[in-house]
């Protein structure tokens, strides 16, 4: 199942990006070591008390050049189409105000849970002033300061308790759920078409026609799949409506209910910078990979280029060394019937699970190859190490010191992992764990 999603709602200046990063906490700030992995700081994971939850702060959705209210309401419309829960702020040192007034009407309509918080209560001799907030209908109150992190466990208490209760699975294990994703005009809803043989999607020359995720159950060689359409991904930063912008969100929340998501690529137009952010959504989730090139048919090819164009993704996509490249025609359908195969060999290699015993001779076999690093003195001991998860797999290693593995050790031992068991498409995820 997806995770909920929360919306922190508000007019300008509450501090809806410093409550945002606050809940977010020091995930925001991480910079990966790995090339071209960025982070969307509109929309982010978070954690509380062992709830697992999406959060997305609409101060960071730019409307364009339209009128102060008319862009408080679209910031407010799209939080209301994608979150489950609404955190909605205001700001205690200036009252409640007409804007205030104006986004309380707009959640009144929403029917999703709202959950008012008072920013800027800075001591307890403020508190006094969120009585006044008991006139915009949405029950208690929450005094916090993003400044100083006070009240926000309470807030949050309140905001996990009114997640919508988890229902059961959406579809049964064996059913193979891929999503695509890539920049407005790069043919998934075409790819989907082909795939599926019949136009149950939109397809337009028209750049983002496709705006909402679509599922499409689907059956071949007895192996059941759900294809997950989604709305092209546009460059941030350029003015556009608000329907594209959220289409982004809507993109991540099919990423997070994939177990497969193919990087659609367009063979015409080659890589663009917007491409490497998109895939390190996925990236990031821990989704299996398949790098997807399609319009393959209108380009003039030789016998090298094909070769040239996987060298040239390589370069550009260093951190999806793992995925496999498929190169396609959704016009033609040329090419076509390689593609799912790669999806259940990624899919089996997303949820394999390796004995410990063959895990540790291949950890123990990579040490002797390559000693583990020292620093200051110390060297780096490796204990043990057990496969703790799939989707993706995840593996913990006992060492002695985890400050003692360093990035560059924890890629080697990750290269003789992928050497030994293929792991083809899938990340794999290492956590270095001292021995208690």
Same mark, same amino acid.
């Given at each position: 199942?997806? /995770?909920?999603?929360?919306?922190?709602?508000?007019?300008?200046?509450?501090?809806?990006?410093?409550?945002?990063?606050?809940?977010?906490?020091?995930?925001?700030?991480?910079?990966?070591?790995?090339?071209?992995?960025?982070?969307?700081?509109?929309?982010? *994971?978070? $954690?509380?008390?062992?709830?697992?939850?999406?959060?997305?702060?609409t101060g960071g959705i730019e409307i364009g050049d339209e009128p102060f209210l008319e862009q408080i309401r679209q910031q407010a419309e799209i939080a209301i189409d994608e979150a489950d829960v609404i955190i909605f702020l205001t700001n205690g040192r200036e009252g409640v105000t007409a804007a205030d007034e104006e986004v309380a009407k707009i959640l009144y309509r929403s029917n999703k849970p709202v959950v008012l918080a008072v920013n800027k209560i800075d001591n307890?001799?403020?508190? +006094?002033?969120?009585?006044?907030?008991?006139?915009?209908?949405?029950?208690?109150?929450?005094?916090?300061?993003?400044?100083?992190?006070?009240?926000?466990?309470?807030?949050?208490?309140? =905001?996990?308790?009114?997640?919508?209760? &988890?229902?059961?699975?959406?579809? +049964?294990?064996?059913?193979?759920?891929?999503?695509?994703?890539?920049?407005? !005009?790069?043919? %998934?809803?075409?790819?989907? !078409?082909?795939?599926?043989? $019949?136009?149950?999607?939109?397809? &337009?020359?028209?750049?983002?026609?496709?705006?909402?995720?679509?599922?499409?159950?689907?059956?071949?060689?007895?192996? %059941?799949?759900?294809?997950?359409?989604?709305?092209?991904?546009?460059?941030?930063?350029? =003015?556009?409506? *608000?329907?594209?912008?959220?289409?982004?969100?809507?993109?991540?929340?099919?990423? #997070?209910?994939?177990?497969?998501?193919?990087?659609?690529?367009?063979?015409?137009?080659?890589?663009?910078? @917007?491409?490497?952010?998109?895939?390190?959504?996925?990236?990031?989730?821990?989704?299996?990979?398949?790098? =997807?090139? !399609?319009?393959?048919?209108?380009?003039?090819?030789? $016998?090298?280029?094909?070769?040239?164009?996987?060298?040239?993704?390589?370069?550009?996509?260093?951190?999806?060394?793992?995925?496999?490249?498929?190169?396609? &025609?959704? /016009?033609?359908? /040329?090419?076509?019937?390689?593609?799912?195969? =790669?999806?259940?060999?990624? *899919?089996?290699?997303?949820?394999?699970?390796?004995?410990?015993?063959?895990?540790?001779?291949?950890?123990?076999?990579?040490?002797?190859?390559?000693?583990?690093?020292?620093?200051? @003195?110390?060297?780096? /001991?490796?204990?043990?190490?057990?496969?703790?998860?799939?989707?993706?797999?995840?593996?913990?290693?006992?060492?002695?010191?985890?400050?003692?593995?360093?990035? *560059?050790?924890?890629?080697?031992?990750? !290269?003789?992992?992928?050497?030994?068991?293929?792991? #083809?498409?899938?990340?794999?995820?290492?956590?270095?764990?001292?021995?208690?």
């Open positions: 199942m997806a /995770k909920p999603v929360v919306a922190i709602v508000g007019r300008p200046n509450v501090g809806k990006s410093t409550i945002f990063n606050r809940i977010v906490g020091e995930r925001i700030s991480i910079v990966e070591d790995v090339p071209g992995v960025t982070r969307d700081r509109i929309y982010s *994971s978070a $954690e509380w008390l062992t709830h697992e939850f999406n959060i997305i702060d307890p001799d403020m508190r +006094d002033v969120i009585y006044d907030f008991y006139a915009l209908g949405f029950g208690e109150p929450f005094p916090i300061s993003g400044a100083h992190g006070l009240g926000l466990g309470d807030l949050l208490d309140e =905001v996990v308790k009114r997640f919508p209760k &988890s229902s059961k699975q959406e579809y +049964d294990d064996d059913v193979i759920k891929f999503c695509l994703i890539g920049r407005p !005009n790069v043919g %998934k809803s075409s790819l989907v !078409n082909a795939i599926l043989g $019949e136009d149950r999607v939109i397809v &337009s020359d028209v750049a983002g026609t496709t705006r909402d995720a679509v599922d499409s159950p689907y059956t071949y060689n007895g192996q %059941k799949y759900v294809i997950i359409d989604t709305a092209g991904m546009k460059k941030k930063g350029k =003015v556009y409506e *608000s329907t594209e912008k959220y289409s982004v969100l809507r993109a991540l929340r099919a990423i #997070e209910r994939s177990d497969v998501v193919l990087v659609v690529l367009n063979a015409e137009e080659g890589i663009r910078e @917007q491409d490497k952010k998109i895939a390190g959504y996925a990236h990031e989730a821990g989704k299996g990979i398949v790098i =997807v090139v !399609n319009k393959w048919d209108a380009v003039e090819k030789d $016998e090298k280029t094909m070769n040239e164009f996987e060298k040239k993704i390589r370069s550009h996509f260093l951190f999806l060394d793992y995925a496999p490249i498929v190169f396609v &025609s959704a /016009k033609t359908k /040329k090419r076509l019937h390689t593609l799912l195969p =790669v999806i259940n060999m990624v *899919s089996e290699n997303h949820a394999m699970r390796v004995q410990s015993s063959v895990l540790n001779d291949v950890i123990m076999d990579a040490v002797a190859m390559n000693p583990t690093p020292t620093e200051n @003195q110390r060297r780096l /001991k490796i204990f043990y190490a057990t496969q703790v998860a799939v989707k993706p797999p995840t593996i913990v290693i006992f060492v002695n010191d985890p400050e003692l593995m360093h990035f *560059s050790y924890e890629r080697f031992l990750e !290269n003789r992992i992928r050497d030994a068991f293929g792991f #083809e498409g899938t990340p794999i995820k290492i956590i270095a764990r001292s021995r208690k």
